[in-house]
C-alpha cells in the first residue's frame, strides 16, 4: 500500500453524492477541505523523502571522488609499485606470438556431420555430464 492509500479514504455516500449533484449543476466545484490537506502532506511526505535520498546519493558520490582523489595522490609515493609493471616491449621479448591458424591448426576440429551424429548419441548427455564432472573435479584439485 502507498502514503496516499492509507492516508486518503474513501468519501461515504453522502459526500459522494452531493459531489455528483454539485458537479452536474455548477461549473466549478470546491473539493472538501479535508482532502486539500491529506494531499498535501502525501506530497510534502515523498517530497521529503526525495530530498533526503538525494542528499545520500550526493553524499555517496561525493566520497567516491574523495577516494578517487585519494588514490591518485598517494599512488606516485608507493614504492616499487612500477617494478611490477611489465612494459609492452618486455612483454613482446617474452613471449612470441601465436597465429590463429596455428592455435587451430593444433587442436582437432570436427564436422558438422559429426557434431550432429555425436549429439544424436543415446549416451550424449551422459557423457557430457561425466566430462563436466571430471573437469571440475580438476580445477578443484
Same mark, same amino acid.
Given at each position: ?13 453522502e459526500?459522494l $453524492?452531493?459531489?455528483?449533484?454539485? /458537479? $452536474?449543476? $455548477?461549473?466549478? *466545484? ?6 486539500? !490537506? =491529506?494531499v498535501?502532506s ?12 538525494? !542528499?545520500?546519493?550526493?553524499? !555517496? ?13 598517494? *599512488?606516485?609515493? *608507493?614504492?616499487? #609499485? =612500477?617494478?611490477?609493471? #611489465?612494459?609492452?616491449?618486455?612483454? &613482446?621479448?617474452?613471449?612470441?606470438? &601465436?597465429? =590463429? ?9 570436427? /564436422? !558438422?556431420?559429426? &557434431?550432429?551424429k ?6 550424449? #548427455? $551422459?557423457?557430457?555430464?561425466?566430462s ?9 584439485k
Open positions: 500500500m502507498t502514503d496516499i492509500d492509507i492516508n486518503l479514504e474513501y468519501l461515504s455516500d459526500d $453524492e452531493k459531489l455528483i449533484m454539485d /458537479t $452536474e449543476n $455548477e461549473t466549478q *466545484v470546491q473539493a472538501p477541505s479535508y482532502i486539500d !490537506r =491529506k498535501l502525501v506530497i510534502e511526505t515523498g517530497e521529503r523523502r526525495k530530498i533526503l535520498s538525494f !542528499r545520500l546519493y550526493c553524499a !555517496r558520490v561525493g566520497f567516491a571522488v574523495a577516494v578517487a582523489i585519494l588514490f591518485v595522490c598517494i *599512488v606516485p609515493f *608507493v614504492p616499487n #609499485l =612500477k617494478a611490477n609493471i #611489465l612494459s609492452n616491449e618486455n612483454v &613482446v621479448a617474452e613471449e612470441p606470438l &601465436v597465429s =590463429k591458424e596455428d592455435v587451430l591448426a593444433s587442436r582437432p576440429i570436427k /564436422t !558438422r556431420e559429426e &557434431v550432429l555425436e549429439m544424436n548419441d543415446p549416451d550424449y #548427455l $551422459e557423457k557430457t555430464e561425466e563436466i564432472r571430471s573437469y571440475i573435479d580438476d580445477l578443484l
